[in-house]
Nanobody
Framework: QLQASGGGFVQAGDSLRLSCAASGRTFSDNNMGWFRQAPGKEREFVAGISWNGGRTIYLDFVKGRFIISRDNAKNTVYLQMNSLKAEDTAVYYC????????????????WGQGTLVTVSS
């Protein structure tokens, strides 16, 4: 089970740090990713990190602004979001991923409620 948190209402240019806490003993075995879904749009991949944190990948639009990281001891993956733009407004979710395809790993269950990020311009 995954629980995302840390969202909020901010101004353009501000920063937020999202967290996603995982329960279960297999977290450190999984590549993890952040996804987002803006109103009226499909869910899209935002960032991914390999199981040991050694590799990261990003949606082009967030490169240089967002940083994904993880702490396997805490079963948590983070998304540091800087220089936020109105276009970043969305509900953010985390999930285990297939790193090469940037898609959700097979067997993944429910997305959960995610965490809402609203950026005002």
């Amino acid at each position: 089970q995954l629980q995302a948190s840390g969202g909020g209402f901010v101004q353009a240019g501000d920063s937020l740090r999202l967290s996603c806490a995982a329960s279960g003993r297999t977290f450190s075995d999984n590549n993890m990713g952040w996804f987002r879904q803006a109103p009226g749009k499909e869910r899209e991949f935002v960032a991914g990190i390999s199981w040991n944190g050694g590799r990261t990948i990003y949606l082009d639009f967030v490169k240089g602004r967002f940083i994904i990281s993880r702490d396997n001891a805490k079963n948590t993956v983070y998304l540091q979001m800087n220089s936020l733009k109105a276009e970043d407004t969305a509900v953010y979710y985390c999930a285990p991923i297939i790193f090469s395809t940037r898609t959700v790993a097979p067997g993944f269950g429910s997305w959960g409620q995610g965490t809402l990020v609203t950026v005002s311009s």
